[in-house]
């Protein structure tokens, strides 16, 4: 009997390796990268509605031209940090996603859980 630990805790390593003929990874990556480019679209078109600074007659019964000014440059400034957060968050995420690095921790924690024989 060996009390050499496992090179890994998984019972058949083959299963892991088996290439399978529907294209999982690829239409993941597709809809993240839709999803963020329509949100970064729609990020954009808001930023559009918030560079206008004439009322609507029905807004100015209720706010004064200063009001209405201010908070659309409030809202502008917002919607620009939106606009480069969803544009960085989608790089990020593709980046992420594209190298494998939930594979690559997982596979880490395997090793060192196959080291120290907690499987």
Known sequence: MST???ATCYAADSLLTQKDPFPYLQVFLG?????GLARIYISYRQLLKYKLRSMDL???QFFDQKEFEDSQSYN??????????????L????????????AWVWNSMDTVMAKFNWC
Do not use: C, G, R
């Open 58 to 60: 029905y807004i100015s």
């Open 76 to 89: 502008e400034e917002k919607a620009q940090f939106n606009l480069i957060e969803a544009l960085f968050t």
């Open 31 to 35: 809809l993240m990268v839709t999803v």
């Open 4 to 6: 050499e630990a496992p």
């Open 91 to 102: 790089i990020f995420d593709f980046l992420i996603w594209f190298f494998f690095v939930p």
